[in-house]
């Protein structure tokens, strides 16, 4: 279901922020295939593995700037000089989103950023 919701949230994003966007696009293999790897494997899925393992046994709300400080932890300690890109997008969008009223139309893309670099749960 996740998968399927986050399809539809990049298909929605691509088609309101870029101009002669396909829909089509996103059923072939830089589409879906690309986003099934990516959510069952790589340096993305394994940072965010190992953050929630941390937040575990803390408490129920980390402020910013400790969401920051522990994904900068864990990049540099799982992945051997790469950078998370995961990160990045995710702040950006959810900026884009926020910045055109557009946070409720996007639930999984926003409750990804609030997990984290809010702290949420």
Request: proline content about 1%; charged content about 25%.
């Given at each position: 279901?996740?998968?399927?919701?986050?399809?539809?949230?990049?298909?929605?994003?691509?088609?309101?922020f870029?101009?002669?966007?396909?829909?089509g696009?996103?059923?072939?293999?830089?589409?879906?295939?690309?986003?099934?790897?990516?959510?069952?494997?790589?340096?993305?899925?394994?940072?965010?593995?190992?953050?929630?393992?941390?937040?575990?046994?803390?408490?129920?709300?980390?402020?910013?700037?400790?969401?920051?400080?522990?994904?900068?932890?864990?990049?540099?300690?799982?992945?051997?000089?790469?950078?998370?890109?995961?990160?990045l997008?995710?702040?950006?969008?959810?900026?884009?989103?926020?910045?055109?009223?557009?946070?409720?139309?996007?639930?999984?893309?926003?409750?990804?950023?609030?997990?984290?670099?809010?702290?949420?749960?």
């Amino acid at each position: 279901a996740l998968l399927r919701i986050g399809l539809l949230e990049m298909t929605k994003f691509c088609t309101i922020f870029f101009e002669g966007v396909e829909k089509g696009t996103f059923m072939e293999s830089c589409g879906v295939a690309d986003l099934i790897t990516t959510c069952y494997g790589g340096r993305n899925r394994k940072c965010a593995n190992e953050f929630a393992k941390r937040r575990e046994g803390e408490s129920a709300y980390l402020d910013s700037e400790s969401c920051i400080k522990l994904w900068s932890a864990i990049e540099s300690e799982l992945l051997n000089g790469q950078k998370l890109q995961g990160t990045l997008a995710a702040q950006e969008v959810y900026n884009l989103l926020e910045a055109r009223n557009l946070l409720q139309e996007f639930p999984l893309m926003t409750a990804i950023y609030e997990i984290s670099f809010k702290g949420n749960r």
